[in-house]
């Protein structure tokens, strides 16, 4: 295994595999087998891809076998790496399943294969984290509209028109707009605090006469 760069890189810059995903694309059930594609998009183009075979046929072998190409040192060559998997049982009955990370042993439902390296692992394994952990606090508003943005098409940046991307659910589309809005306005209130305009965060701001607490800000209420 190739640990280039370990401890300093980004889960949003990583190629990802979440198995509470891949379970929901069957849908898979216990004692079935099913495989699959996945790609990374990016600005509305795939810059990154694996495919998948899920075994659950016998609960104790359970697997999950990841095909992927990497280039590494200017060289492309194709990886296939078997992950373990385990359940726990719910109070509610049936099994949650997780994969185990190869390095660590722990049970994790994502895996990540940072740019330059060659297997999937665990977040805590590769000395990952997330991109809004490393910015100010003025700054995560935008980071996490443009994480939700990321889920669509369309690109990233405040006012940007999101679109429903090929083969979503019109339900989940709706949800991620009505998402959308809402960091929309959390931004606009993070840019005016930024010039200088007093905007309470509290509900009881336009009981009080807040001018700006009676409605929420967009980007066209900025431009």
Known sequence: MIWANRGKGLVEDCLTV???????????????????????????????????????????AARIVLTYSVVVDEKQRSVSQRIRLAFTVPQFGGRRWWMLCPVT?????CLHLPPGNDRFASRKAWGLSY??????????????????????????????????????WQRTYAHHLGRLAALDADCGVALLRLMGVPYPASKGAEAKGDPLASKSLTHNDIV
């Open 18 to 60: 979440d198995l509470a995903q891949l379970m929901r694309l069957g849908p898979m059930r216990d004692e079935l087998s099913g495989d699959g594609f996945l790609e990374r998009r990016q600005g509305g183009e795939a810059i990154g891809s694996v495919r998948f075979r899920l075994d659950l046929r016998e609960a104790h």
């Open 105 to 109: 042993g722990e049970r994790v439902r």
């Open 131 to 168: 991109r809004v952990e490393r910015l100010g606090r003025s700054d995560r508003q935008f980071e996490r509209l443009f994480r939700m943005q990321r889920k669509l098409d369309g690109g990233t940046g405040w006012g940007v028109e999101p679109l429903r991307r090929k083969g979503m």
